[in-house]
């Protein structure tokens, strides 16, 4: 994780929508928001720069990447449940990718290759079943 600074979640007013050129993400379903300002996001080295890997990383937010986030597995699957007007389409390397993904929905992104383009709100859910907690050694989210 980045020394980047960010709100915690409880300082973080869910009710109002975010600030001017502020990017709010909501990782589900451990329900972790993160808020920063719009292209300050310090590359992390895995994904795509502003991917939602990237900000994941930035924070401590486990997403699963066995490959590193070169779009080369689908272990940082995820659905997007709101803002896909705000990210990068997908490009055929992570469609052909997705194809190969379990539980494969409209919504569903590559986590390193899904980029964040502008400010706004977004809510990313990292399906359950798709987290490699044994191989990387990380802890079980409580529910």
């Known amino acids: 994780m980045s ?5 915690t ?5 869910l009710s109002q929508p ?3 050129n502020i990017v709010r993400v909501t990782f589900e379903p451990e329900n972790k928001t993160v808020e920063f300002p719009f292209g300050s996001l310090p590359y992390d080295g895995h994904g795509q720069p502003m991917s939602l890997l990237d900000v994941a ?5 486990f997403l699963d ?3 590193g986030g070169v779009a080369a597995c689908t272990t940082c699957h995820l659905f997007v449940k709101r803002g896909a007007e ?9 469609l052909d990718r997705l194809d190969m993904a ?3 929905q409209l919504n569903s992104r590559l986590g390193c290759q899904c980029v964040i383009e502008r400010p706004g709100t977004y809510v990313v859910e ?3 079943w798709n987290k490699n907690y044994v191989q990387e050694g990380k802890p079980a989210v409580k529910k």
């Open 9 to 13: 979640p409880s300082q973080i007013d």
């Open 126 to 128: 990292i399906p359950s």
């Open 65 to 67: 990447h066995a490959c």
């Open 102 to 104: 379990p539980g494969l």
């Open 18 to 20: 975010p600030g001017e």
């Open 3 to 7: 020394d980047h600074e960010s709100k």
């Open 86 to 94: 705000g990210l990068s389409e997908a490009e055929d390397l992570e």
């Open 57 to 61: 990383e930035n924070y401590g937010i």
